[in-house]
């Protein structure tokens, strides 16, 4: 297993920032950051205590780790340009494969922070799950001691799984906060404040902690309401596009709760 | 404004159970508990230190206030039998509207706390908001009263507003939960446990504090990432509804985005 003293930082989005700004906490050493962007690219390097670099053929060679933390065509892009001679090289994406690192270095990974990320908005990365991937055992390890440095939440897991994990996490996070704006988007159009659907919001996220979510489903669908149902379509007769999604959820939870009593 | 000293509640399901151990942590008294279920009724009757009733015709005409927190349709049918001469009766629903009371007296009221009740998970009271509404200003303000009792968030609305909210609340709690549950089912199908989603549906939760929800908006939908998405149908390709779900949310969003970007 390697130590990590120095690292390059790729990017500088809202990962590179998060995931960046935890590690400096937590007593790493970013060396240099490089994005396109020189404007961000700057004021991350200034804030990280690290030098702005603008040209991947200024990189420094001889840091101990390399995060692409980049949006996901830029990964390939970056790998098909980077050259790093047996140093650690990771990108931080949910959906692209460990291969797209392989003509940088040997020893590559993935570092993936599973969070939704914004700009201005700390993130407490100890509770962040981080998912590592590498081919080669001691990469594994380096990464997984790295990990343990900012999380306590750390796992080993595959490039499929991964994907798996990604596309769970965009129902879990983005549709959700979909639904979170269709429902403001209602009732801002009657005058009702958003305050009143808060406490809602955080008791149903809050309930999640046990498994076997659907088990916790109330409402008019899974009790079959067919009244309040067409009440709730009647009222969303001029909304197209959001009687559709109430359509297709509430059939698709009367038939998951259909095969379940079949089971 | 009268003050409530004495109450009788009809139902014991959840909304009955959560409302009146709140009423009664509040210092109020719950007088007699009516149930069509006798062993639910009993129990929380014992619960609060009140009568169980088996009929109707054996309730106390004198009460100062009947809550009917029962199911919508039992509304309707309970309205039909019960009749109380200038005794305040509310219920609890968020879709029936105020006059289904109209036969019941003329001191009508709604008292809907707008929350997700789960047996034996306490609901701290205290920050659920409740939504008021009545005919008589004399009764709107012996509800507000009574309200302010057990929350700091009391709110009047109208039925027709009610009705939104409760649409609205459809979408935010329900339908959300769904999305949970389809997370949990992608991920446990390959051996992921939830724990990894948990802490990314509370920050997804916990960042609705401010308005303009869609503006927080992240993942490849808003991002347009075609590579992306077009990778997650991949993986839905033997799971139809969950496919036909992902359609349909993603196009939403990237509709709305452009109609957002043409104002």
Known sequence: MEKI????????GNMAGHLSKALVRCGLRLEEVMSR?????????RQLGARFIEKIEDLNQDADLYILAVNDSSIAQIAGTLRLKNKI???TSGTVGIDVLNPV????GVFYPLQTFRKGKRIRFSNVPICIEADQAGVERTLLDLATRVSTSVHV???EQRKILHLAAVFASNFTNYMYAVAEDLISQDD???????PLIRQTASNIRHTGIFGLQTGPAIREEWAVIEQHLELLKDRKVYRDIY????QSIIQQQHRNAKL
């Open 89 to 91: 090289v990771v990108h």
């Open 5 to 12: 003293r120095k690292i390059v930082l790729l990017g500088a």
């Open 105 to 108: 270095s040997r020893k590559r």
């Open 247 to 250: 359509n297709l959820m509430t």
């Open 192 to 198: 009702i404040p958003f305050d009143l659907l808060a």
């Open 37 to 45: 962007s020189p404007e961000s690219g700057k004021r991350l390097a």
């Open 157 to 159: 897991i595959t490039s």
